[in-house]
């Protein structure tokens, strides 16, 4: 996906968001601001947002000196989400369809954005998800290539999010496959690391990998050779939220095999996925 007008204004969102967290002085905050906004200036507009915003954000982290100013409030995503979690499993127990309904309940986690809201009520994103549904679905596309694999990669997203993917996960291992959980190398936003997974205990359910990168989503010329290889040679793929959907969307290897679960966050990506702002969304191209 390519860089939309709009993008610009995230870019500078993301790094005030950022600033705030730090608790960085407005007078500083401007500084840096009018700083960003050269380098914002000779952005490859070919490039996905997910890649300038990263760029953007370590350029912040490295003039504040501080490489994780979201790890207090990843800290407090992942404890919120573990105090829900026997809820979301008990909701999981009631359900018709268990597979379909640990698809939506991963989908709710994925409100947990601080890279775009700084609020968010997951509550009411998981009374959504339940109701409503996806406004694109392949669910049986899904369940029919999933019949035919043991293994499935899932390429994870924030922190707190992870502890709904959890549920999406055990459900998986339930029915006898293997997985394969995917987290960033390194701090960016609020992005689950190695650190998260293992706090949350997807360590223990899934063979957990990082991409080798701390670039927002899985921007395949940043990745390391590792996963490259696994989502070539992979047969079935869920991707978790906007910035790895923004990676990997335009990919040949996304073709008939790369699942986008996410929520529909702002009208560039909604335009890109055939979707509306708000939606949530289940697809594969």
């Known amino acids: 996906m390519k860089a939309y007008i709009d993008c610009v204004h995230c870019y500078l969102k993301q790094a005030v968001t950022c600033m705030t967290l730090a608790e960085i002085n407005e007078d500083r905050q401007h500084e840096i601001l009018f700083e ?22 370590l350029k912040v982290y490295r003039l504040l000196g501080n490489s994780d100013p979201y790890k207090e409030a990843k800290q407090y995503s992942n404890d919120l989400a573990l ?7 008990e909701l999981l127990e009631q359900s018709d369809d268990r597979l379909y309904d640990a698809l939506k309940i991963a989908v709710a986690g994925n409100i947990i954005d601080m890279g775009i809201n ?12 339940l109701r409503v549904g996806f406004s694109r679905d392949n669910y049986d596309l899904f ?46 936003l609020n992005d689950a690391t190695m650190d998260d997974a293992i706090y949350v205990g997807m360590d223990k359910i899934a063979r957990v990998i990082t991409t ?9 010329n940043r990745v390391s050779p590792t996963l490259l290889n696994l989502l070539q040679q992979a047969k079935l793929v869920i991707s978790k939220g906007q910035a790895n959907f923004e ?38 191209r």
């Open 143 to 188: 369940v029919k290539k999933l019949q035919q694999v043991d293994e499935v990669v899932i390429l994870g997203d924030n922190s707190g999010e992870i502890v709904f993917d959890k549920i999406l996960v055990e459900e998986l291992v339930r029915m006898g496959k293997k997985i394969i959980y995917v987290v960033k190398d390194s701090p960016i």
């Open 118 to 129: 700084r609020t968010f009520d997951i509550n009411e994103s998981l009374k959504y998800s």
């Open 247 to 284: 990676s990997l969307e335009q990919e040949e290897i996304a073709k008939n095999k790369i699942f986008f679960l996410l929520k529909i966050k702002c009208d560039g990506v909604g335009r890109v996925a055939g979707a509306k702002l708000g939606d949530v969304v289940f697809f594969v």
């Open 36 to 57: 960003l906004m050269d380098n914002i200036k000779k952005m490859d507009r070919n490039n996905t947002p997910a890649e300038n915003s990263t760029e953007i954000l």
């Open 212 to 220: 080798g990168s701390n670039y927002l989503g899985a921007p395949l």
């Open 83 to 89: 105090k829900i979690y026997p809820k979301l499993k």
